[in-house]
């Protein structure tokens, strides 16, 4: 836990918390057109627009609480483990290189608030999805930083509490919040746009006695 409050990806808590997985298969959330889908991380695979069966269902719910004119804008689902693993070294490198004095601990921690280490990532487990709100006609809403903004880059605007951001932005934000809590998904609190159901993080959170999903290859 950080001094802040926030329980970080690297706490030992996360990774202690058992998986029994429920064996749901992965899904394609662009099977019947529910969801408006963002391409900015399409890849050839389509790994990207999958998510376990439940977390869908709760999404599609999600987005049925939402006001008239507002739609769940999908940017992101499944991501395979070498994947994640290279994000999280990308960003770990890159923390290591603008902090050279930090030991290997301050740097896993840091690198943590914005990018789950591989071995317990709800993306990897098909559980998480990054994703925002876009009007009627596909206008996507302000929220106060970029999606993908990393904490350097948006001045900490990327936490979902964070001071600073304007009305409009924190209205959009307790939105999305509202919708998205009141269908059983919990915030990774540094990140806005990232929500799970299932996975370890979400499992501590609600104090499930276990994680529902665990990482797992796409086939």
Avoid: K
Avoid at 6 to 35: N, Y
Avoid at 37 to 58: I, K, N, Q, W
Avoid at 115 to 128: F, K, L, N, R, T
Avoid at 193 to 208: E, I, M, N, P, V
């Amino acid at each position: 836990m950080t001094a802040d409050g926030i329980v970080l990806m690297s706490d030992p808590r996360i990774a202690a918390v058992p998986v029994v997985d429920c064996g749901e298969p992965l899904v394609d959330v662009r099977r019947d057109g529910s969801l408006a889908v963002d391409p900015r991380r399409a890849e050839e695979s389509g790994a990207f627009a999958h998510l376990r069966e439940g977390v869908l269902t709760r999404l599609l719910a999600a987005q049925s609480l939402l006001p008239d004119g507002l739609r769940l804008l999908f940017v992101e689902g499944y991501r395979p483990p070498a994947l994640q693993r290279a994000y999280f070294e990308r960003y770990a490198g890159r923390l290591r290189a603008e902090h050279p004095d930090w030991p290997a601990t301050r740097v896993r921690d840091a690198a943590a608030r914005y990018v789950s280490p591989p071995e317990i990532a709800p993306h990897s487990a098909g559980a998480a999805v990054d994703l925002t709100l876009v009007s009627a006609d596909g206008h996507e809403l302000h929220m106060g930083s970029e999606l993908n903004a990393g904490p350097e880059d948006s001045g900490g605007a990327c936490c979902t509490d964070a001071p600073g951001i304007g009305a409009g932005a924190r209205a959009g934000r307790r939105l999305l919040a509202t919708a998205l809590t009141s269908a059983g998904l919990v915030n990774y609190p540094t990140e806005w746009w990232h929500w799970s159901y299932g996975d370890r993080y979400w499992a501590l959170a609600t104090g499930a006695g276990h994680a529902r999903y665990g990482p797992r290859p796409l086939g």
